[in-house]
């Protein structure tokens, strides 16, 4: 009997379910921290850090994310909504669009596939 690689993956409806939840929470600490500032501008912040620390790590290792491409997308290209022409390519210099989720997704399930 031959043992043959078999690597489950997160489908794309949890995960931009998942990734959604957690834009949404980090929108909603955005807006309590302006708020605050707004009365007392010495307030310093309120933070989900760990709990976006570990939904964040719980995905990357769903999706085998080896390479940060998660967190890349949320914070470097903030959401995809900084994505341009040259900031992702591939090996052969082919741009990679990372410009909503499923773009990431795509991509994620994509790197999975090449390492088998």
Excluded: P, Q
Excluded at 4 to 28: G, H, N, P, W
Excluded at 69 to 87: A, H
């Amino acid at each position: 009997m031959s043992k043959t690689k078999y690597t489950k993956v997160m489908s794309r409806k949890k995960f931009i379910e998942f990734m959604k939840r957690l834009r949404k929470a980090e929108d909603i600490v955005d807006d309590l921290n302006k708020a605050f500032r707004k009365l007392d501008r010495d307030f310093n912040f309120l933070s989900l850090s760990l709990h976006s620390t570990l939904i964040v790590e719980v995905l990357r290792e769903a999706l085998h994310d080896t390479e940060n491409e998660i967190e890349y997308f949320i914070y470097e290209l903030d959401w995809g909504e900084k994505w341009k022409k040259g900031c992702v390519t591939d090996k052969d210099g082919n741009d990679i669009a990372l410009k909503n989720l499923n773009d990431l997704y795509n991509f994620l399930v994509m790197n999975i596939k090449e390492e088998e």
